[in-house]
């Protein structure tokens, strides 16, 4: 199923404009610091060298906040750091359902799924990680999913036959981790790392944090209970804790395909501006963060592409139907057209791609990079990437 654009061509063309518009003036004051190891050469599916991170936003942020003149000092490090590394495709356009599960979900299987975005269910179609660790006869341990979010623990398999949870990702959601792991601890110590997302879908019964979260805390991420607990207590926020449970699992387990979801900037749902200016700054460093991290990985400088993109975007001040930053339900210009931004050592940087491209598109273009086909899925492969 397809969502059309409820737009106007103009009011597409506009945006799409000023974001180009925005990045060059971006791009010619910026000086990027950062070293970039210098292309090795391999061969495009040899997946025991090449690595893919996915990093999504639950709940994407406007050009008003972000790319506009006046407001890049919200997202330094995209502008200075990470931008001029990366190939930005600048008109990323979701035809689906604008709700954050189902639509993350969506960009995993490279279809547009039309469950009810709030049942937490695994999708129907098979996702990327089944894709490769099926073709590839990978072990479970090479694919994994971070997420703040509870209800996203169905995301890493598909209820498809011939694929499913045993070819899935496994999935860590360090909330419940944390859960766990501080079970006499006054809540009010980490209510800023629990407090549930917007839109969380419901957690299904029996799955209460316990013993198999531990289990999978020390033999996994090796690192003890009260290690954990102890850091997170130094974090701000969810986001925050997925980061640093990124970095063990890199440094851990070395993941080929790894997908990390980010949310804090959905906290503009509460309608509070300055909590929605704070989750994209936060969002900003984190990003720069986990690139650095890859960079300074032997397991992944040099050989790992790294994709961010938001599931989609906000909606514009001047729908009637909306709210403004808050939320994101009129399928408006701005709620559906986002961007993507992909870096790795065989990305040509600093490149800017106006042609319109489908948020599906991600599916195929890793399959290509890692190697292994997705038959089942829509979308193509984006040639500006591999
Ligand atoms: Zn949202």
């Known amino acids: 199923m397809n969502f059309p654009l409820r737009s106007s061509t103009s009011q597409l063309r506009s945006l799409v404009w000023n974001r180009r518009e925005f990045l060059r003036l971006a791009a010619a004051s910026a000086v990027s610091t950062t070293f970039t190891p210098a292309l090795r050469a391999r061969g495009v599916g040899s997946f025991d060298r090449r690595k893919v991170v996915i990093v999504t936003f639950g709940g994407g942020a406007r050009d008003e906040e972000t790319f506009a003149p006046d407001a890049q000092q919200n997202i330094p490090g995209m502008i200075k750091t990470l931008l001029p590394q990366s190939t930005f495709f600048g008109q990323v356009v979701n035809h689906g359902i604008l709700g954050h599960y189902v639509a993350t979900t969506s960009l995993a299987t490279g279809v547009y799924e039309t469950f009810n975005n709030f049942s937490g269910v695994a999708p129907p179609h098979p996702t990327l990680f089944e894709y490769f660790r099926r073709d590839l006869s990978r072990p479970a341990h090479d694919a994994w999913v971070i997420s703040p979010s509870n209800g996203f623990r169905n995301m890493g398999g598909s209820t498809a036959r011939r694929y499913g949870p045993a070819f899935g990702a496994g999935v860590i959601l360090p909330k419940q981790l944390l859960e766990a792991a501080a079970p006499g601890h006054p809540t009010n110590d980490f209510d800023r790392l629990l407090r549930d997302t917007y839109e969380e879908p419901h957690t299904l019964a029996a799955q209460t944090a316990g013993e198999a979260e531990l289990r999978q805390m020390e033999e996994i991420l090796r690192f003890s209970r009260d290690e954990f607990v ?97 939320h994101h339900r009129t399928g408006d210009a701005a709620s559906r057209t986002t961007w993507m931004m992909v870096l790795g050592p065989e990305i040509r940087q600093g490149a800017f791609v106006q042609r319109p491209i489908d948020s599906l598109d991600l599916v195929p273009t890793v399959g290509r990079i890692l190697g292994f086909s997705t038959p089942l899925a829509d979308g193509s492969v984006l040639p500006e990437v591999v």
């Open 230 to 326: 102890h850091h997170a207590l130094s974090l701000d926020s969810a986001d925050e804790l997925s980061v640093y449970v990124a970095r063990q699992l890199m440094l851990q387990v070395a993941p080929s395909l790894m997908w990390i979801t980010l949310h804090d900037i959905d906290v503009a749902h509460s309608g509070a501006f300055s909590l929605y200016l704070d989750g994209i700054q936060r969002t900003d460093r984190l990003c720069v963060e986990i690139w650095n991290q890859i960079q300074a990985n032997p397991e992944y400088a040099g050989k790992t592409t790294m994709f961010v993109l938001p599931d989609f975007g906000r909606d514009s001040d001047g729908d009637p139907a909306g709210n403004g930053f808050q």
